[in-house]
């Protein structure tokens, strides 16, 4: 198997994942500016990270290659049960982090360029990434906290 990843990326949570369970997964670093990278020719949408099954099979995006690496290794801590509250709850956790937080928050804080080529208010957008990637963790967490009676 490979995981294609890309240093400072959204695959930095796959890529610690397969090193804390000590995977037997090749890691390829690739660039997300090549057009000739070889995870461009696995992921039509050109993101990692990518997981390259030895059968062929690719899985993109970290909310499926999270539990798919867990499930590898048994019994990890660093996952829950299927079927438990608890992994209920972290795939809740994973849902969020990759909807809200990571596509709301840190595409405005770091690609500014996306919402407006205006450099002068960049940092104007930078600005109200982070303001929204807070209030989103505390919502978050509240939520969390809530469901655990706490």
């Not at 608890?86 to 709301?104: D, F, K, M, R």
Request: charged share 15%.
């Amino acid at each position: 198997m490979r995981l294609l990843v890309t240093p400072g990326a959204c695959s930095f949570a796959s890529h610690v994942v397969v090193r804390e369970l000590d995977l037997p997964i090749e890691i390829v670093c690739v660039s997300l500016t090549d057009p000739q990278a070889p995870h461009r020719r696995l992921n039509p949408l050109g993101r990692v990270p990518t997981l390259a099954l030895n059968d062929g099979t690719v899985v993109t995006e970290t909310t499926a290659i999270l539990p798919l690496l867990a499930d590898l290794r048994p019994g990890t801590p660093l996952f829950a049960p299927a079927g438990s509250l608890e992994c209920a709850q972290i795939q809740s956790w994973l849902g969020y982090l990759n909807a809200e937080v990571h596509a709301g928050c840190f595409r405005a804080i770091n690609r500014p360029q996306r919402f407006c080529s205006n450099e002068t208010v960049w940092p104007q957008i930078r600005e109200q990434g982070k303001r929204r990637l807070l209030s989103a963790l505390e919502r978050q967490l509240q939520q969390t906290l809530m469901l655990a009676g706490g």
